[in-house]
């Protein structure tokens, strides 16, 4: 199995940015075979993708991140990020990481806030 712990979320004006990273431990080569997601779930609503980069460095966004949003993977430090600019108030959620390698693996989540 693989653990996945998030962290660098925080409370951030509409405009600034943030970057999140997500480590892996555990079972790492599930990590480093794997396609890594970034998801995100608002207050009340469903949780949705964010953000995708295969264990190549392929990249792909949900529109509403495209060209605000970068997502990148050291496999040696077994760590993502996702780089978050020009933050606005609908971006506030939790953020999860999440592999998917037989089953399911997610993070516990952390939270970004943008203020108005």
């Known amino acids: 199995q693989v653990q996945l712990v998030e962290s660098g979320g925080g409370l951030v004006q509409a405009g600034g940015s943030l970057r999140l990273s997500c480590v892996a431990s555990?079972?790492?080569?599930?990590?480093?075979?794997?396609?890594m997601d970034w998801y995100r779930q608002a207050p009340g609503k469903q949780r949705e993708f964010v953000a995708r980069?295969?264990?190549?460095?392929?990249?792909n966004y949900a529109d509403s991140v495209k060209e605000r949003f970068t997502v990148s993977r050291d496999n040696d430090e077994n760590k993502a990020y996702l780089q978050m600019n020009s933050l606005n108030p609908e971006d506030t959620a939790v953020y999860y990481c999440?592999?998917?390698?037989?089953?399911?693996?997610w993070g516990q989540g952390t939270q970004v806030t943008v203020s108005s």
């Open positions: 999440h592999v998917r390698s037989m089953r399911d693996y």
């Open positions: 980069i295969s264990s190549g460095g392929s990249t």
């Open positions: 555990g079972s790492t080569f599930i990590f480093r075979g794997n396609a």
